[in-house]
């Protein structure tokens, strides 16, 4: 597609329930990003996938969080035991392989995932 | 502890002004800098980057001062127009941790008419 699709665009869920949400990159895209970003703040980095395996995960706050890629396109970032403070929209970003020697990284997002845990 | 320090948190300008956003960090290994800018209800879009090699970068009507020294940074919008209200955060990244940008706090620019 033109741009990274997120779904669902809204998902409302009862505390201690288990989430999905799905990300379809840019296609041709090679790193994948998840991203989370509460009321008045910026984006706070979970997870960054190169091909199938994540490159990084050291964002994911605890155990309960987890995201796959499994064939290096779409992803899902899974969340259980889902708490009130998970609540947030949930950004997905991909790029092409950043640039060894300058480091560039230019993510292009999608427009989120809003999460509400009741 | 917050890497990425941005001010202000708003900021209302008349059209035609030139607001500025600035940026402090502390790590020293930052070597990629870029600012997005966000609409409500979508995702962040990259407006422009600097490295710290150079001290200004210009792309259309936005400027990057970069003062290495001072650890500082900011986004100049020169012009301003009522289409550039949104909210604007600049981040950093270091070597190594390309994919793991940290954001500051945003910025929320009203350019009234």
């Known amino acids: 597609g033109a741009g990274v699709s997120q779904t669902p665009s809204n998902k409302v869920t009862e505390k201690g329930k288990y989430v999905e949400l799905r990300c379809d990159p840019i296609s041709g895209h090679t790193a994948l990003y998840w991203y989370r970003q509460s009321l008045g703040q910026g984006p706070e980095f979970l997870i960054y996938?190169?091909?199938?395996?994540?490159?990084?995960d050291s964002g994911l706050p605890n155990d309960r969080f987890f995201a796959v890629r499994p064939e290096g396109s779409v992803s899902t970032l899974k969340i259980q035991r889902t708490e009130r403070g998970d609540s947030a929209v949930y950004l997905c970003a991909s790029s092409l392989l950043p640039d060894i020697n300058s480091g560039a990284n230019v993510l292009t997002f999608g427009a989120g995932s809003r999460l509400t845990v009741l | 502890q917050q890497q990425v320090k941005q001010s202000p948190q708003s900021l209302i300008v008349q059209k035609g002004g030139i607001p500025i956003i600035n940026c402090a960090y502390e790590n020293t290994a930052f070597d990629y800098f870029p600012w997005y800018q966000q609409f409500p209800g979508k995702g962040p879009a990259l407006l422009i980057a600097i490295r710290p090699d150079v001290s200004e970068k210009k792309e259309g009507r936005f400027t990057i001062s970069f003062n290495k020294s001072a650890k500082q940074f900011s986004l100049h919008i020169m012009d301003s127009q009522p289409g550039d209200s949104a909210t604007y955060f600049c981040?950093?990244?270091?070597?190594?941790?390309?994919?793991?940008?940290?954001f500051g706090k945003g910025t929320k620019l009203s350019v009234k008419p």
């Open positions: 981040a950093a990244s270091s070597p190594g941790s390309q994919g793991n940008l940290i």
């Open positions: 996938f190169q091909g199938t395996g994540a490159a990084d």
